[in-house]
């Protein structure tokens, strides 16, 4: 099934998640055909959670921390965000990566420790505006997923893959859907090298600045099995539309 996501990053607070959810729920009431997830703050997990219980609206989180609990200060266990009703986490997001100097091994650590607690992982990918340029973007890709599933290669079906240029993300510069479409045709034939056993069922979404205008143009790419949506995301309305672009 496709899956259409939404990255809220640091943005609304529990009382603006209410709300959200009270517009949003009723815009996407008859829709069973797709997968939309929600991944809010931490903070916001908890009445989320509550709001979407039983609405086939799945909950995941933007992070989360490999360790099962102890002294890391700060840190969310996967065992906390299961107890609010979390299925998929994202993990390694550029802004993890080059804001908060996440490394390929602290995110290989985490993609274990998701599978392990039965999370499902949203791995997230991409190359930087100067390795696309220097013809990198295939290369890049290539290493940080080889990186992530390492150690854990035969379970490339329990996990989804998002394509997130990192010069596309909140920038109102998405990539065209036809190079989109090239590196996720690439990113399919990897998981098979990676595990020939792989049976496709890890979606490839598509990631940084998808709008109400350009979702459509997306998902009609074949090999586009999904987006995440930043900012777009921000409004129910919007985001709505989205989910019903296709
Ligand atoms: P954007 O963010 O849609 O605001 O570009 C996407 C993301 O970072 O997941």
Redesign the pocket.
């Known amino acids: 099934m496709k899956l259409i996501s939404a ?1 809220w ?1 640091m943005n609304l607070t529990p009382a603006q998640t209410r709300e959200y959810l009270q517009k949003f729920l009723p815009l996407v009431e008859d829709i069973k055909d797709r997968e939309i997830l929600i991944c809010p703050p931490f903070t916001s997990l908890c009445v989320a959670g509550e709001m979407l219980a039983g609405s086939g609206i799945r909950l995941g989180a933007q992070n989360c921390y490999h360790e099962p609990r102890g002294a890391f200060t700060g840190e969310v266990s996967l065992d906390m965000l299961k107890e609010f009703g979390v299925s998929y986490a994202i993990v390694g ?3 993890r990566r080059w804001i908060f100097g996440e490394s390929d091994e602290l995110i290989n650590k985490k993609v274990t420790a998701c599978l392990k607690a039965g999370v499902r992982p949203i791995i ?1 990918v991409g190359e930087r505006l100067e390795e696309r340029e220097a013809g990198l973007t295939f290369k890049v890709v290539e290493t940080q997923i080889r990186l992530a599933l390492s150690g854990v290669e035969e379970y490339t079906s329990s996990v989804d893959i ?1 394509y ?1 240029p990192v010069w ?4 109102g510069n998405p990539a065209t859907p036809e190079d989109a479409q090239l590196v996720h045709a690439y990113i399919k034939d990897l998981l098979h090298q990676i595990n020939p056993g792989h049976r496709g069922e890890t979606r490839v979404l598509y ?4 709008s109400p205008k350009n979702a459509s143009e997306f998902m009609r790419m074949k090999d586009v099995d999904g987006l ?6 921000l409004d129910p309305e919007s985001f709505s539309q989205i989910v019903k672009s296709f």
């Open positions: 990255n990053k997001h550029s802004e997230c998002a997130e596309a993300i909140g920038t990631g940084g600045s998808v995440l949506v930043g900012g777009a995301s």
